[in-house]
């Protein structure tokens, strides 16, 4: 067998323009899913009853499902009840909805870990309840589940792959195309899986910067 990686990197335009989309895919999903995980994951620690309850399904529903299974729902069943959406569309509300779920449970296990000494503190300088959440509770709850947190928006952009399943020109379908025009599989697929070892590591030194800088502080 006769390795050629020149017939995969002559196709670079295709490459990069899938590594593009999937940053695109990965960055837009992470603050849309993060910030609406942190909404259930208050509302699974503080909210009422039933809205604990509703939120659980959505968690439990969500978790419990395979990811291409809900990516398939929202592409091609939604469209049975003439919600019909585009490739990107659909896999930006799939990857927001299934992040969300994860992170709404890591929020919350941060949340409930703030001492109520210091909630009380807040509330004898006449902080109101918004203030103390975003002030007192949040960036310490975010500070305790950060390194958690990175690892699931990394598996996201790596899950992210599966939406070459319904045609969004991410990396995988750039990978597909390539492949299938080639027939260097072998080749294709290596350079690829070092493309997305590439990305990981830099998502996750990006998020690890961020965080501490701009998000809870050091």
């Given at each position: ?21 999937t ?26 009853t ?7 399904a959505y ?53 409930e ?18 203030q ?19 690892g ?8 992210s ?23 260097r599989?072998?080749?294709t ?7 997305y ?22």
């Amino acid at each position: 067998m006769t390795l050629d990686f020149s017939v995969v990197l002559k196709q670079w335009p295709l490459l990069l323009d899938g590594m593009l989309l999937t940053i695109f895919l990965t960055l837009f999903s992470a603050v849309i899913g993060t910030l609406l995980g942190i909404g259930c994951g208050l509302v699974r620690s503080k909210g009422p009853t039933w809205a604990r309850w509703c939120v659980g399904a959505y968690v439990e529903l969500i978790r419990n499902t395979p990811f291409i299974i809900q990516l398939f729902f929202i592409f091609f069943g939604l469209p049975g009840l003439g919600l019909k959406m585009t490739a990107l569309t659909a896999a930006i509300v799939a990857n927001v909805i299934n992040l969300a779920a994860y992170v709404s449970e890591i929020a919350r296990s941060g949340i409930e870990a703030t001492p109520d000494g210091q909630i009380e503190a807040a509330q004898s300088l006449a902080l109101d309840r918004w203030q103390i959440f975003t002030r007192v509770v949040l960036p310490p709850a975010l500070k305790r589940v950060w390194p958690t947190l990175v690892g699931q928006m990394v598996i996201i952009m790596l899950g992210s792959a599966v939406c070459s399943q319904i045609s969004a020109e991410e990396l995988t379908y750039a990978a597909n195309q390539i492949a299938s025009n080639s027939f260097r599989n072998f080749e294709t697929y290596i350079v690829v899986a070092g493309l997305y070892l590439l990305l990981a590591v830099a998502l996750r030194r990006l998020l690890n910067w961020v965080g501490p800088r701009f998000i809870f502080g050091r």
